[in-house]
């Protein structure tokens, strides 16, 4: 049962414009999510997160959007850069479980 | 600071052998995570430690187990492999009782083949 999705698995845009990566979730009782960057070779690390009081959250390049009646969730990253080219993920923390329920990731490819 | 260590970065072995990975956390953080990421696929959960305990477990067999010691550092165990576990091996951490679980810092991966 894959509680988080993300159904595409990558995204092309060029730089300077908008990439927006999607994200499904079917448990409602999830009540925060994050989005984490992984680039090659490298751990994922940690870009921005939101609570499910708030329906955007904003930091720098970066804004999440959460629309919970449609159980979907959005990073928007912008202006797009070369360096922001990496596989993202979104996760959600199920409570007291200590665990992270990841999306499968979008590769994302920013064009100069 | 240092960053999650873990050790070896790869390592390949052949089927019905064991590995051991092991990971460091960050100085200060007890919680120390395991996920492991097989080709193609998103990053699931094997185990949660904290403060020496398990506290959680993924749904994997008996086969993957570990354990964290004193330092708060950790091993993973995967006995009798088999050829699907061959995968990317996260380890991460989390300083004690942060809320709501989830801003995790990972290590740079064991990258487990099995032939």
């Known amino acids: 049962d894959q509680q988080v999705k993300q159904n595409s698995p990558s995204l092309s845009v060029q730089e300077g414009r908008i990439s927006i990566l999607n994200c499904d979730y079917t448990n409602s009782m999830f009540d925060y999510f994050l989005w984490y960057k992984k680039y090659p070779a490298e751990g994922p690390t940690f870009l921005i997160s939101?609570?499910?009081?708030?329906d955007k959250n904003e930091d720098g390049r970066f804004t999440v959007f959460l629309n919970k009646s449609a159980k979907h969730l959005s990073l928007h990253i912008v202006p797009s850069q070369p360096g922001d080219s990496a596989v993202y993920f979104c996760a959600a923390p199920p409570s007291n479980t200590g665990k992270l329920i990841f999306g499968q990731g979008t590769t994302l490819q920013v064009k100069p | 600071e240092a960053g999650v260590t873990q050790s070896p970065t790869h390592l390949i072995k052949t089927r019905g052998q064991q590995a051991t990975l092991r990971c460091s956390p960050i100085?200060?953080?007890?919680?120390v995570y395991w996920y492991q990421q097989a080709l193609g696929l998103g990053l699931q959960f094997l185990l949660w430690y904290d403060e020496g305990e398990e506290r959680n477990r993924g749904n994997f067999p008996p086969r993957f187990s570990g354990r964290q010691f004193p330092n708060y550092s950790s091993e993973l165990n995967v006995n009798a492999l088999e050829l699907e576990d061959s995968a990317l091996y996260l380890c991460?951490?989390?300083?004690?009782?942060?809320?709501?679980?989830?801003?995790?810092?990972f290590g740079e991966g064991s990258r487990l083949t099995v032939l």
């Open positions: 100085s200060g953080h007890t919680s």
């Open positions: 991460a951490s989390s300083p004690a009782g942060r809320r709501p679980y989830g801003e995790l810092f």
């Open positions: 939101i609570s499910s009081i708030k």
